[in-house]
């Protein structure tokens, strides 16, 4: 059977930003919105690695044999698109960060307000 | 061209923030460096040569054509342009941030080492993402520049601002991510990152609708980074949850990746009326909105915070609008409202730290007690919303002047009725702490509040609102060159 | 030119990370196991980083892995908590 | 018009964009074409380089993004400090370590001890095989966190495998970020641009002398330069970072 590998891997990171999305905006628990954030974040990074894949391409790391043997080329030609991987990598990390801060002040609030409900917690300030 | 004390703009607060986060403890320490840093940070931009900067020495390269690329020459190092723009936003930075360092070091018993390393990210942030030629590098700065501005936030200590960096920071998340899969569709589509190189793919090229997404979702980051209109509350909920002196440095940071960022997309998208036309509206209701709820405000920080987001929506207004002159107005006005903004901030950080309280309910018939706070209030309340001899004035002039150019006479009286309502709000809260004598006032006991100042509080005060007056005398020579840049930039459009 | 780089770089960071283990968990059986099953995976992991080695046989093991471990059991018994 | 009303009013409006935005989301997502771009340029230029391309862009072409990344990982390790008392204005506020020890049961106290020396050393090798296999300073380096963790979840915090106090942890990641920005400043003073790649000689016309020797030679005719060297400052960094956020987080479970 012949599956779009790629178009398929592109709808399914397009509906983890919108589970995300409705995460953050519809649920009342605040760890939910958290989670919210991060599907977001990892939605994009599955864009940015469905942009990576080339059909039949190999790793982009090159071997021994490859390079010595002179066909710099024939790698690049082959090789899957390394910029998009890089990305990844980095917003991995950025997602990462942004998780332990948000997780460090929801404990910070759950503390003071003994409840992790957003209603809850926003309910005096919210105009 | 290169300049080598380019980099060292950003590498070297960053540098700063490792020491002073290692220092922390070491009170003296702390104090020392963190004031001598600052006067690095002010020197280097002023004595660093216009110029580009490649990191990693890559050149740029003659495209092969398996890259499918339809330019002749890309860029393969991450790219700093340096010219007067630049400048002068760190520069503003700096001075600022200075103000903000020394007021922690000379007020607090404690000097804390990490906030002010806080204080040097956000600084290292800023000048990042106002130099970055490379759409991911400005990416990822301002994402130090989200979680930094939370720090802030919550050095505090308090509820409230434990409130307000989570929501700031759950939709710098979601804006973040829509920066990013902006950045995807366009790498994706067009190969490059580098803005230049990006610019000129772009052109004549926007109508696909993975082009109109990317804008779409570009936009969505810039209006967040910026507190525009859907995100204006939250901006000023982190404004009014800071201490003054942060929410100084805060507002100037956000008017500066304001421009900047504006300015980027201006370079991207400059020929898609779309964008200006969205950009336009929603800097019109973030004024609108933020001048009207500054207007019904019970707590003079809340409306100062409301009043700065207005205010951002004035800058945005002639950044969207494309013209030169709106450009050039806009980097003013900027510039002018980042610094009579920060005067107004202190005057009321003052207040605050006197009475420990800034409910209008609670302050009242201050006059007597404090008369240069008093003065020095209505200079900057009079700059801030444009009264002649001062420099908001110039700018908003030529903003209006702009908007009429444009062929869109109504902004010009949307930015004077936005204006009108930023005074009165302000002369609003002016009345309600220093004039008005009340019996409920009375009943509870009048808040303290003594004439004398701490000295480098009442010097930032006097130096904000000298500068604002010199500036209001001799705007010519910053603003000339600010339409030069405003010039070449709207050439490659 | 061999690389004796990699062992000394990473003896010497598996010594620093050594130096604050404590020494409450750990007997003679302990030690013995974690060497024996260090050694098994030192050889299934082959010539893992694949540095080159100019010797006349090749390395079926992956030196790095086993100069990190030495390098750690140094830094826990110079550290002596 | 009530609060409950503008909550309701709020919530609709919200659904509709959302609506809009998935549809344009999906709509551009599907109709991609993609175009192989810089990766082309850098796969045919980064063998004479390193052989792992990735590793390659993240600390050569894009060596600066990957500062500003390990900077928000610094910047968030901060700020987890500052809201459980360090650093706050006004202050340090101690927070009690109310973190008990815990009682292992007999499976865990056999296997646990000798996993982490064994999670350690293969961290290691991964962090110092960054430019030529897959793996890097990131991965490395949370392979080492994930040890820590493992003595925490299994020892509890006050007494397990590890006694890294904050201060160590902080200079730990204070070394780390330093070796990476100093590397950088090499860089600018001897090529006059930031964390050009000194070492790997890949524009000999800038005469920058190859003071770094092959000490870390491997399957090609080249030198990777400072990479490997970068590797190790963001392993430093990215241990020590993570292993904070797990003590500053473990240490605030109850109250």
Not at chain 1, 7 to 29: E, Q, R, T
Not at chain 2, 36 to 41: I, K, P, T
Request: aromatic residues 10%.
């Amino acid at each position: 059977m012949n599956v779009d590998v790629q178009l398929w891997s592109f709808v399914v990171a397009g509906l983890l930003v919108i589970i995300g999305l409705y995460a953050i905006a519809f649920m009342d628990n605040l760890v939910k919105k958290i989670i919210g954030v991060m599907l977001v974040g990892d939605g994009v990074n599955l864009v940015l690695i469905t942009e990576g894949f080339k059909p039949g391409g190999i790793v982009p790391i090159i071997s021994e044999k490859l390079f010595s043997s002179g066909a710099v080329g024939d790698f690049a030609n082959d090789a899957a698109y390394s910029l998009p991987f890089a990305l990844v990598l980095t917003n991995i990390v950025i997602g990462a960060s942004t998780l332990a801060v948000l997780l460090g002040i929801s404990i910070k609030l759950y503390q003071h307000y003994r409840s992790l409900s957003v209603a809850h917690i926003f309910q005096e300030d919210d105009a | 061209m290169n300049s080598e004390l380019i980099p060292l703009m950003v590498v070297f607060p960053l540098i700063s923030a490792i020491l002073l986060n290692l220092m922390h403890g070491k009170d003296r320490a702390v104090r020392v460096y963190g004031t001598l840093a600052m006067v690095v940070v002010i020197a280097v931009p002023l004595l660093a040569v216009y110029g580009n900067h490649l990191f990693g020495a890559h050149p740029a390269i003659d495209t092969p054509a398996e890259t499918g690329i339809a330019l002749g020459r890309i860029n393969l190092a991450i790219e700093y342009s340096f010219g007067f723009l630049q400048r002068a936003l760190i520069f503003l930075l700096a001075a600022i941030a200075t103000f903000a360092v020394l007021s922690h070091t000379s007020n607090e018993k404690r000097a804390s080492g990490v906030y002010l390393s806080m204080v040097m990210l956000s600084i290292a942030a800023v000048s990042a993402v106002v130099m970055a030629n490379d759409i991911f590098n400005m990416f990822v700065f301002l994402e130090i520049l989200t979680i930094s501005q939370a720090a802030m936030v919550v050095a505090k200590g308090d509820i409230g601002g434990y409130k307000a960096a989570l929501k700031y920071l759950i939709f710098g998340g979601v804006a973040g991510g829509a920066i990013l899969l902006g950045i995807a569709l366009l790498l994706g589509t067009f190969g490059v990152l580098n803005i230049t190189d990006l610019g000129n793919a772009l052109s004549g090229n926007t109508k696909s609708p993975i082009v109109l997404t990317a804008v779409g979702l570009l936009v969505i980051g810039w209006l967040f980074e910026s507190g525009l209109f859907p995100f204006h509350t939250i901006k000023s909920h982190i404004y009014s949850s800071a201490k003054a002196d942060v929410a100084a440095l805060l507002q100037t940071e956000t008017k500066i990746v304001l421009v900047a960022i504006a300015i980027i997309l201006l370079r991207l998208f400059g020929g898609l009326s779309n964008m200006s036309a969205v950009m336009v509206g929603l800097s019109v209701i973030t004024l609108a909105f933020g001048s009207v709820m500054a207007l019904v405000q019970t707590d003079f920080r809340r409306l100062l915070a409301f009043a700065a987001v207005g205010q951002a929506g004035l800058v945005g207004i002639g950044l969207s609008l494309g013209t030169p002159d709106g450009i050039a107005a806009s980097i003013f006005h900027a510039v002018n409202d980042a610094l009579a903004m920060s005067l107004l901030f202190v005057t009321v950080f003052v207040i605050y730290e006197g009475a420990k309280t800034t409910e209008f309910s609670r302050l009242g018939g201050l006059l007597t007690k404090a008369p240069r706070l008093a003065f020095l209030q209505i200079i900057g309340i009079m700059a801030v919303s444009g009264v002649p001899p001062f420099n908001a004035y110039q700018s908003e002039y030529r903003l209006i002047g702009a908007a009429f150019q444009a062929g869109y006479p109504e902004l010009g009286v949307v930015i004077i009725l936005g204006t009108i309502v930023t005074f009165v709000a302000l002369m609003k809260g002016f009345f309600l702490t220093f004039l008005k004598e009340s019996t409920a006032v009375a009943a509870i006991g009048r808040p303290q509040l003594s004439n004398a100042l701490p000295l480098v509080t009442f010097a930032t005060m006097v130096i904000l609102a000298l500068v604002c007056l010199g500036i209001g005398l001799h705007p010519g020579p910053l603003y000339d060159r600010f339409a030069d840049v405003a010039i070449t930039l709207t050439m490659g459009v | 030119m061999n690389p004796f780089g990699v062992l000394v770089i990473g003896a010497v960071i598996g010594a620093v990370l050594g130096l604050s283990v404590t020494s409450e968990f750990f007997n003679r059986k302990t030690y013995v196991t974690i060497l024996g099953v260090a050694v098994l995976i030192d050889v299934l992991m082959g010539s893992y980083p694949f540095y080159t080695w100019d010797l006349s046989v090749e390395l079926p093991v992956s030196g790095v892995y086993l100069a990190a471990l030495i390098g750690m059991l140094a830094g826990k018994a110079a550290g002596g908590r | 018009m009530n609060t409950k009303d503008i909550y309701e009013m709020r919530t609709v409006v919200a659904a509709v964009f959302l609506g809009i935005f998935s549809i344009f989301v999906l709509k551009a997502l599907t109709s991609f074409e993609i175009i192989p771009g810089v990766s082309y340029v850098y796969n045919l230029q980064g063998p004479s380089i390193a052989p792992n391309m990735i590793t390659v862009i993240l600390f050569d072409w894009r060596g600066y993004d990957t500062l500003g990344e390990a900077f928000i990982l610094i910047t968030a390790v901060f700020t987890t400090g500052i809201l459980f008392g360090r650093g706050v204005l006004g202050g340090d506020v101690k927070v009690r370590d109310t973190a008990a020890t815990r009682q292992p049961s007999v499976v865990q106290k056999v296997f646990a001890a000798p996993l982490v020396f064994i999670i350690v050393a293969f961290g290691i090798v991964i962090t110092l095989g960054g430019h030529i296999t897959p793996g890097g300073g990131f991965q490395g380096g949370s392979v080492i966190a994930t040890a820590f963790f493992l003595s925490v979840v299994v020892f509890g915090l006050r007494k397990n495998v590890f006694s890294l106090s904050h201060r160590s942890l902080e200079t730990f990641e204070g070394v780390g970020a330093l070796i990476y920005l100093c590397l950088g400043l090499a860089g600018l003073g001897l090529s006059g641009y930031y964390l050009y790649n000194v070492g790997a000689d890949f524009y000999p016309g800038l005469g920058v002398a190859q003071w770094a020797v092959n000490l870390l030679s491997y399957p090609d005719a080249t030198n990777a330069g400072i990479i490997p060297y970068l590797n190790i400052g963001i392993a430093l960094k990215v241990l020590s970072g993570f292993c904070t956020i797990i003590t500053v987080l473990m240490g605030a479970e109850k109250k």
